[in-house]
């Protein structure tokens, strides 16, 4: 039946309107993809290159600049000096043998560095940055970056290294850098993104190794493109990092100088301490070495040469080396009787040259023997009877306790490396390592610094400073973090009876000033910088009975490495103490002649900031002394940072 026309029309109307409507709505739709495609391609294009390209991004770690150590007065003695080198990147370099090859052609390449790198290359990320060659020349560089098309991957570079301007004065205290070992990253837990990086310096030894967080900074990045043959196209940013914290320690740069250089012809260490805060002012070990050729690794020749030098220049004597203490103890043995209450100042014990002790007989260093003495001749002339005679009535236990009190037997927080603790025995001790029971012949032994009692000479001055102030001093190598000084070592009171205290200071002032006295040879002539001090000579060797009967062979006569080591504490002004002083001289035979003239001439050094006038010596010595000082001065470094039991 047909559709009455009315009614096609009706249809037709709707047809048109879903037809407008439809392709208003596909107009629509076109128009905003086409508004949208036009803002992706047109507005945004930069944007979506580099993402369309986010392969070709690579990000770059910025190692921070190493902190800074000066001395106590500003002197740079660790800096950073720019270093070029040239870096590989495995992954953007195509074929490594044509493109070191090219390389070869511009820079001279070492055999042993490059074969380093390509170990590293083969080991290590592919995105990581090889040096393949290091403290090339600027013209290196130059030829380098005007051939960089030709060089996929090859990236010169400028960065920092480390430099010590003084040289062999501060090898022991700051010790040194080098490229991170395997080793190295074994004993960290969760290591630094920068430790990753080939042939990143850290600490390795002293203060450069104990307080690498604080020196080595956080790293930044830079983001940056490279095209297709894995050249560098340009840098898109960069976030800088936060360079380490500059470090100021206590050492005195013309102090430490000096000590170093009198030092140089022994096997020695000598520390000088700073009475009033605590402040190690010189801390120095001989012989030394010259740190700089740690920083880019050491030869084998070199390095063995160190190694078999019988002075042994390597460890720091002045805080590692453990000696007995020999007579330089004798006024811990002495203060433990007196506060003990076993005798008086003014007692006396008879001295015929032995003690017979459980039926050996203990000799005094002094065939002849002392006869009456008291606690000042004892500690003047060094008799040993005495202090034999002290243990027997004190113990082990009260000795060794005044000991730790003194500060010797305990390790002191500073940060170098390998810091001893020393030994103050006690029963207990020799038990529990020994397997034996302590014997009385152990406490008088002991009661001179010999049998188990080990010292460094750093415990020896922190021993002579507190005697001098009856405070805990406490040693302080850091002065100042970024600006900010921090905590002395000034210490609280000791606590020790100051009337009694004051008599052991009498005669340790004896010691340096009577006619009679052990150091009376190397005292200071200038009224108002008197010293007192204590010698010391520990045996290194048994003494035989048939060699006493004979007569005790003369270190002169014995062979270096059998001869006694000589010691020498001090503090001064007697008066007012502003710094103390202890010397060790290895082998060097007696502490009156080996290493007291050399505590002496550091002690007044010290004390005057500057070559001390002739007339603080000894008018016999004068002479010596100024062709002595002329000698040092040649041999120092200049100041400007710009250097490379028997006494």
């Known amino acids: 039946m047909r559709r009455p026309p009315r009614d096609n029309a009706e249809s037709l109307r709707r047809i048109t309107r879903r ?76 074929d490594i043998d044509e493109v070191i090859s090219r390389l070869a052609r511009l820079v ?129 940013d960069r976030q800088e990092g936060q360079a380490g914290s500059d470090l100021q320690i206590t050492i005195d740069n013309a102090l430490q100088s000096y000590t170093h250089a009198r030092l140089a012809e022994e096997s020695a260490a000598a520390v000088v301490i700073d009475c009033e805060t605590g402040d190690l002012l010189a801390c120095t070990s001989s012989p030394s070495y ?27 004597k002045a805080v590692q080396g453990i000696y007995p203490p020999g007579s330089t103890f004798k006024m811990v043995t002495a203060l433990a009787a007196l506060e003990d209450g076993q005798i008086d100042p003014a007692e006396t014990v008879y001295c015929p040259g032995h003690l017979e002790v459980s039926g050996r007989r203990f ?10 003495v008291d606690l000042h001749r004892s500690l003047r002339e060094s008799c040993d009877i005495y202090y034999y005679e002290l243990a027997l009535r004190t113990g082990i236990e009260k000795i060794s306790a005044m000991a730790r009190r003194l500060g010797l037997g305990v390790q002191h927080d500073l940060p170098m490396t390998s810091v001893a603790a020393g030994l103050a025995p006690t029963k207990d001790w020799k038990l529990i390592n020994k397997g034996n029971d302590w014997v009385i012949g152990d406490s008088v032994n002991a009661a001179i610094g010999q049998g188990f009692v080990l010292s460094s000479p750093l415990q020896l001055a922190v021993m002579t400073a507190r005697l001098a102030t009856n405070r805990q001093v406490a040693p302080r190598l850091i002065k100042s973090i970024d600006g900010v000084e921090q905590p002395t070592g000034h210490g609280e009171d ?58 005790v062979t003369r270190n002169s006569d014995l062979p270096w490495e059998r001869r006694d080591h000589a010691l020498f504490v001090n503090f001064a002004p007697f008066d007012a103490p502003k710094v103390a002083v202890a010397v060790v001289v290895e082998h060097g035979g007696g502490g009156s002649t080996a290493a007291a003239p050399i505590a002496r001439d550091i002690t007044l050094q010290a004390l005057y900031g500057e070559d001390p006038p002739l007339t603080a010596y000894p008018a016999k010595d004068r002479g010596r002394i100024k062709t002595q000082q002329e000698q040092l001065r040649r041999a120092r470094p200049s100041q400007d940072g710009s250097g490379s039991d028997r006494a």
């Open 108 to 236: 001279e390449l070492d055999p042993d560095e490059l074969e380093r790198a390509r170990r590293d290359l083969e080991e290590l990320r592919g995105d990581t940055p090889v040096t393949v060659a290091d403290r090339v020349s600027w013209g290196d560089i130059s030829r380098v970056a005007v051939n960089t098309p030709a060089l996929p991957g090859i990236t010169p570079e400028v960065g920092l290294s480390r430099r010590y301007p003084q040289g062999t004065d501060y090898a022991h205290v700051i010790g040194y850098v080098g490229p991170v070992s395997d080793r190295d990253l074994e004993q960290i837990d969760a290591p630094d993104q920068l430790l990753l990086i080939p042939r990143f310096q850290i600490g390795k030894i002293g203060l450069e190794a104990q307080r690498e967080n604080l020196l080595r900074g956080k790293a930044g990045n830079k983001r940056v493109e490279v095209n297709a043959s894995g050249r560098i196209m340009r840098e898109l």
């Open 19 to 94: 037809a407008m409507i439809l392709g208003g709505a596909q107009a629509a739709f076109v128009g905003v993809l086409g508004l949208r495609m036009r803002f992706m391609q047109v507005d945004q294009a930069d944007q979506f290159r580099l993402l369309a390209e986010e392969n070709r991004i690579k990000i770059r770690l910025i190692p921070p600049a190493r902190g800074r150590i000066f001395d106590r007065n500003g002197a740079v003695v660790a800096e950073n000096v720019p270093s070029y080198r040239i870096t590989m990147v495995r992954e953007e370099v195509g």
């Open 363 to 372: 000799h005094c260093w002094k065939r002849a023997g002392h006869g009456n």
């Open 494 to 551: 000791l606590g020790l009876n100051e009337n009694i205290l004051r008599e052991v200071r009498k005669a340790m002032f004896a010691v340096s000033n009577n006619r009679r006295g052990t150091a009376y040879s190397s005292r200071i002539i200038e009224d108002a910088f008197r010293m007192a001090g204590k010698t010391g000579t520990s045996q290194v060797r048994n003494i035989t009975a048939a060699e006493r009967a004979r007569g």
């Open 290 to 316: 010259d740190p700089n050729l740690f920083v880019r690794g050491i030869s084998v020749t070199e390095y063995k040469a160190l190694l078999d030098n019988k002075y042994r220049p390597l460890p720091n």
